[in-house]
């Protein structure tokens, strides 16, 4: 958190420093040292409010991931176990069991459609 705040307060600065070359104005003058503080200021609270969304962010992924997992175990524990595939990949035809179910069905590729 502390660094995302003084990254902020830091970058808050230098725009007050390129404010200041593109104006062709002295860096450091009396009249003008206030300024400096007023955009870190400025720079520090933009950060401690995007670390607040962040934060916001992350606990609302990690309660949604929560629930999705939450929903998943008691879909298994209805469902009897985990879901291992369709009926052809459980007796065994392992990795081409989709390529022979789609050909049943008359879903033979490009290679077929451009032949």
Known sequence: M???????SG????VRLW?????MRPFFYR??????PVYGLIGASF????QGMEDNQMR??????DRLLEKRRRRAEREGGVNSGSDGQKVADG????VKE???RGFEGREAAAS
């Open 31 to 36: 009249q003008g040292l206030f300024a400096y």
């Open 19 to 23: 404010q200041l070359g593109i104006e």
């Open 60 to 65: 609302y992924l990690g309660d949604t991931r």
């Open 2 to 8: 502390v660094s995302k705040i003084l990254f902020w």
């Open 95 to 98: 990795i081409f069991a989709g």
């Open 47 to 50: 950060g401690y409010w995007l």
């Open 11 to 14: 970058f808050g600065v230098a």
């Open 102 to 104: 789609g050909r049943d």
